[in-house]
């Protein structure tokens, strides 16, 4: 392959903790997701633009933007001395609960990766955007920004070291995500958490993870619903978040496996084991929010199993 | 297949917890075990005996002793009005920390199953044996009992409801056991332990059970040993262990894949992934007991992948 001289790549929304598996499970959607185009320039070093910056609040330094930051380290470790100027387009709802710097920095990265001609793999850029998730929120997580740059399901058994483990996923599992109109500070949502839990829920919790991770190797969907079960987060999160368990009862209600918090929300999620299920469970969750006179919108897709996506690619 | 008259079912020992697993995970040992015999007889009702029972302290009232309670449960549920004599051959040491009750549980439940004429599967025979452990340690856990009965690695998503699910285990797996000669109760071993520990703990656990599972699908027996962290139990419980630290060491030194603590001890074991690295392994680990003037026995094996195993169907 020859190197690109422009680079334009989706970056895919991801719905991290998947009830039981808190910082350390995501998966990837088909949609929404954020546009980066990266081109060479004439000059050398990193620029950055994006037209909403201003209406969406974006920093446009490129030391402190989440999708310029990683793209700027990753050209510097790989010793690049040319131009490449990094636009974003910004689709994605910020604080929404479904990794929105992390798209933003999947498409960054795997857009100047490519246009060097892809010297790193994808594995190879998830570091570089879990750094930037320390500059978006504080700490370094990779639960979305792993699976925006890998696709499918990603676990992550340690978040440092690194340690990422892509798992398997099922390919009739489709996923509902309803965003509600609702501003929640990720920091604040981490702030009610308790500091401890009873080892009794400890033990039910990764019970559960264990084995949501065995119903995707198994492609077992039953077991996959009963394992979507969040005893220790959601009890704490679900009381800032209106709507929560009639939402969830909508969802189960029509046939969902399982139900949740995307990441620290407001968005939820829903799994079904067909696309039928997965819209209806969609729009029974919007009409929640529709009564509490709360605006919302939803998604219905598969589990985006390729990740960050090369869109065009021009030579 | 006819009705057989006499069955005799070796009982496996089993490695509960494995290390981050803590009440949710084990599999089963090729050695050491119990021996059960059942026959019908022509009386009603089930008959026991047990030859060491008054040298080890073994109840021979067959209500309450673990291998005769939960086979006549068994009967009663089968609806079967002939008589059945069970006689137990105790080989496992008590208090290990390797399943004692649990194996002549599980070479109960497989001989009387096989006597009728195998009505149960094997995991329909599981419930049996986890109502047995309540009555030798107080509470329903089926991390041993589950292996016991089925082989292999299990993981037990939940006790209450009971829903088992069966790992794969990469064949090259060796595990080396050694069990000091210490006394510890297991009632004790569980009220050392805290009532709550931190989330930040808590989520490296599951973190490393989720990985733990994800390995055993892979076969990537590297991701095996990173994932055999424990960060939760053994931290409180080797503190009672002498020997622990050094046993480690030994252990690891020596290139095993992971190391921890069976069940609730005393019992140690180590994984690896040659049956010469597990020799070796279990050799280092008994010197370690030898300078400190402890007794200690070892075995080394593969996972043994069966479960209880009929060694004699007579007709």
């Known amino acids: ?129 879990v750094e930037a998730e ?29 340690d990422i483990v892509s798992l398997p996923c099922p390919e009739n599992l489709h996923c509902s995500v309803v965003h509600p109109h609702i501003v929640l500070e990720t920091r604040h949502s981490r702030d009610i958490l308790k500091k401890s839990i009873p080892l009794r829920s400890a033990v039910t919790q990764w019970g559960n993870t264990a084995a949501l991770v065995a119903a995707l190797f198994m492609n077992d969907l039953q077991l996959l619903g009963r394992s979507l079960q969040d005893v220790v987060i959601e009890p704490e999160r679900s009381q800032i978040l209106p709507g929560f368990e009639k939402a969830r009862s909508a969802a189960l209600g029509c046939g969902a496996l399982g139900f949740g918090i995307s990441g620290s929300g407001p968005s939820l999620f829903a799994l079904s084991e067909s696309e039928a299920i997965a819209n209806l469970a969609a729009s029974k969750i919007t009409e929640v929010f529709q009564d509490l006179r709360i605006q919302s919108e939803a998604f219905v897709g598969r589990v985006n199993a390729e990740g960050a996506k090369i869109v065009e690619d021009q030579h």
């Open 134 to 162: 320390r500059i978006a929120c504080g700490a370094a997580h990779a639960d979305n920004v792993a699976p925006a740059i890998v696709g499918g399901f990603v676990l992550i058994r340690s978040s440092d070291p690194l």
């Open 1 to 129: 392959m020859s190197t690109a001289d422009s680079v334009k790549v989706f970056g895919p929304a991801t719905v991290a903790n998947v009830s039981c598996g808190f910082d350390i499970l995501g998966f990837a959607l088909d949609e929404p997701g954020d546009i980066v185009t990266a081109h060479k320039t004439d000059s050398s070093g990193l620029s950055f633009s994006c037209l909403q910056a201003k209406a969406l609040g974006i920093p446009v330094d490129s030391e402190l933007n989440t999708a310029s930051a990683p793209a700027a380290k990753l050209l510097k470790d790989l010793g690049y001395r040319g131009g490449v100027h990094l636009e974003l387009q910004k689709n994605m709802p910020i604080g929404s609960g479904l990794g929105s710097s992390a798209a933003s920095a999947a498409a960054a990265l795997v857009a100047v990766n490519r246009l060097l001609d892809s010297p790193l793999s994808r594995e190879e850029l998830v570091p570089y955007a």
